[in-house]
């Protein structure tokens, strides 16, 4: 615990104060809008694309508020008390939904698309990488609140990698059908996982490669825009 502590107080020391505000500036407006998205997509529920669209969203906000907002008052506060164990314990939550994000869109697909114009077999691989991803999640061997166990970290991100992958296949095999721009879905999933791969290999050691889930957060924020320009169509 007390090399924990350490490593929180080396990340702090060596981001100055203004990147500190900037940042728990950022994660304050990214939350706000998850959640005023998931009231849009809700308030046109009578829709099922929307109604799940609304709970993607629910669901992504949620999930990243329980690491985001101690991370906060991480931030702008000090380690406060339970604060830490709380930044640990959104990790883990923020896992489990992250998750449960891609299977949900993968029900968006189904509603918006053909699925007889792919093989069952990738919606088989599909749900097969999420149970693993989540079972994985749940060992106490990734010590959640003791630091983390790197190759626990490599385990329970590689089925996550395939399902993230065969998600954005997903959306390149239906193109710009229906010219719903949602081809680019499959592009916002490559920017989020080309920029959260990094983090997970080499932000212990080099604390300011944890700036790479700023833009790895814009990749979310324009899925959810796809979301909100269908509204318009």
């Not at 997903?170 to 081809?183: C, R």
Request: proline share 4%.
């Amino acid at each position: 615990m007390q090399e924990e502590v350490k490593d929180q107080k080396k990340e702090k020391q060596s981001m100055p104060k203004g990147v500190l505000i900037g940042e728990s500036i950022f994660d304050i407006c990214y939350l706000i809008f998850d959640f005023a998205a998931s009231v849009i997509f809700f308030s046109h529920g009578k829709d099922p694309v929307f109604f799940w669209y609304g709970w993607l969203t629910l669901i992504l906000g949620a999930g990243d508020a329980f690491h985001l907002v101690p991370r906060v008052i991480h931030h702008l506060f000090g380690n406060r008390g339970r604060v830490r164990w709380m930044m640990q314990l959104g990790i883990l939550v923020s896992s489990l939904s992250m998750t449960v994000f891609y299977l949900i869109l993968v029900r968006i697909w189904f509603l918006l698309f053909d699925p007889t114009q792919i093989s069952p077999s990738i919606i088989l691989f599909i749900v097969m990488f999420a149970f693993m991803r989540l079972a994985l999640c749940v060992f106490p061997q990734n010590k959640w609140f003791s630091g983390g166990n790197l190759k626990w970290s490599f385990a329970r991100n590689i089925p996550f990698l395939f399902l993230g992958a065969l998600v954005a296949l997903l959306f390149v095999i239906s193109g710009n059908t229906g010219d719903y721009g949602l081809w680019k879905m499959a592009v916002a999933i490559a920017v989020s996982f080309l920029c959260y791969f990094p983090v997970v290999i080499w932000a212990k050691q080099k604390p300011m490669v944890g700036a790479l889930m700023l833009p790895k957060t814009l990749a979310y924020v324009w899925m959810i825009a796809m979301g909100l320009s269908l509204l318009t169509i």
